[in-house]
């Protein structure tokens, strides 16, 4: 199960986790000031900045596809009660909290780093454990370790049984975990709302449950992209294809929050989806426009879109990147330098808007329907059908330092990208070659030479096929 609409509850815990995440990205960066940067796989999972919808693909491609959900709320809850209802479950998960709620005798929780098969399964029973310490619940050992977490467990344990369960804080604290959810009115079965709910990234999945339910003012919490803190935030391109989303399903909301880096920190940015520099049918035009491009240049949808973002990005931006920058991120090959870092983030803002616009058309058109009744809906329709090509999180989305496909062969990528700066109207920058440079590419290009003779000097010195076959015969 995946959250589908986090609770209110938890908005200050993920905008700490935003900050604390941004802060080591800072600290990475205040490491290597200069322009040379290691792969950062210091920072871990932050590196990861769409894990949670990757997986979800993933699975849907499974025999696990039928098990995969998404709940209009956290699936923690969901998991609970799930489990409240079919006695002897296994719950599977990463969150100690599970343990917390209340469940029948025979209920079992696996944390996945112990749901080694080749070592055996290593499993917990909440029930058991109450016994043993002797709790009325356990979210009473849960409190008392958030209220004194420098205690010893036996101190805690002390601390739980001796708690007021009726004291204000204890009965705010433990109504989190009481194992109640609210299916949204929107969703449930008297309404009849032909909505492909399930089809939703999580965070695209929250803004839609808010808009439906009419919520005034719309939390987006964006994903944390690994970018140049000393930058300003990569999630300011393309906004235009966030905000014409936010629009279709809300149209009559004055502003959405969007939580996003700014400066060296995390805050709400203030977005008006009714206002936008640039009409649906401008915004179509240009999608159209390079989708007609690769179609005559026999390009897939896998170069297409990451080219099309580039497009994006050239437009918005005040100083051009390089083109030998834009080749290797475009074929993972890793710099080390912080532009390959920020440019790959911005890369990825435009094609992660454009994904969530994809969704968000979803449902507008499941609930309005096929009809193209004007101009507006006939433009969204055919946006539609031009973003049903994106491709999946996998395929698309790297992470620095991370091999990848080579999507083409260097001089042809390279005439490409050309092309899209062109068309882009932006003039391709004159690189500098410094003389050291120069010898070294020299070298390179004497290296490759004599290797390519090398292995000509290897082969027979056979004219044609039926001669080798003689040859072999001999």
Not at 47 to 58: D, G, K, M, T, V
Not at 92 to 100: A, P, V, W
Not at 274 to 279: E, F, I, L, Q
Request: hydrophobic share 40%; net charge neutral.
């Amino acid at each position: 199960m995946f959250d589908g609409a986090l609770p209110l509850s938890k908005r200050t815990e993920r905008v700490s986790r935003l900050e604390q995440n941004n802060s080591r990205v800072r600290n990475f960066r205040i490491q290597y000031p200069i322009a040379s940067c290691p792969v950062p796989t210091y920072l871990g999972s932050i590196l990861h900045a769409f894990l949670a919808p990757s997986l979800r693909e993933a699975l849907l491609n499974t025999p696990y596809a039928p098990r995969t959900r998404i709940e209009p709320g956290e699936a923690d809850d969901w998991c609970a009660l799930h489990a409240k209802d079919y006695a002897r479950s296994i719950v599977f998960t990463s969150d100690t909290d599970l343990l917390l709620y209340g469940y029948p005798a025979e209920t079992l929780i696996v944390f996945f780093q112990d749901a080694d098969v080749t070592t055996g399964v290593k499993s917990y029973c909440p029930e058991q454990i109450r016994q043993r310490l002797q709790l009325r619940s356990l979210v009473q050992f849960a409190f008392a370790l958030v209220q004194e977490p420098s205690h010893t467990s036996d101190d805690l344990i002390r601390d739980a049984r001796s708690l007021d369960l009726e004291s204000n804080a204890y009965l705010d604290f433990s109504g989190r975990y009481a194992g109640r959810t609210t299916v949204p009115s929107h969703i449930s079965k008297g309404s009849g709302l032909p909505v492909p709910l399930q089809d939703l990234d999580v965070r695209v999945s929250e803004y839609v449950h808010q808009a439906l339910d009419n919520v005034s003012i719309p939390l987006v919490y964006l994903p944390l992209l690994v970018e140049d803190p000393n930058q300003s935030s990569a999630w300011g391109t393309g906004q235009d294809y966030r905000k014409l989303a936010y629009s279709l399903l809300a149209p009559g909301t004055p502003v959405v929050h969007e939580y996003r880096r700014k400066a060296q920190g995390v805050s709400v940015q203030e977005l008006n989806p009714n206002a936008t520099d640039v009409s649906v049918s401008d915004i179509l035009a240009h999608v159209s426009g390079v989708s007609r491009w690769a179609t005559d240049k026999n390009v897939g949808p896998g170069l297409m879109w990451p080219l099309f973002a580039l497009s994006i990005v050239l437009l918005d931006s005040k100083t051009t990147p390089s083109v030998p920058l834009v080749l290797h991120i475009l074929n993972g090959d890793f710099d080390s330098s912080w532009e390959f870092i920020h440019l790959t983030a911005r890369l990825q803002a435009v094609l992660y808007s454009l994904r969530i616009l994809k969704q968000i058309i979803a449902v507008y058109l499941a609930i309005h329907g096929f009809q193209q009744t004007d101009a507006d809906n006939n433009n969204i329709l055919q946006m539609s059908k031009h973003l049903s090509t994106l491709p999946s999180i996998a395929e698309t989305f790297t992470v620095p330092g991370q091999s990848r496909k080579i999507l083409a062969e260097h001089e042809g990528l390279k005439n490409m990208v050309e092309e899209i700066y062109t068309a882009s109207g932006v003039d391709i920058p004159t690189e500098h070659v410094s003389n050291k440079k120069k010898k070294k590419q020299s070298r390179e290009a004497e290296r490759k030479k004599k290797k390519q003779e090398q292995r000509q000097q290897a082969k027979p010195s056979i004219s044609n096929v039926f001669s080798m076959l003689d040859a072999k015969q001999a």
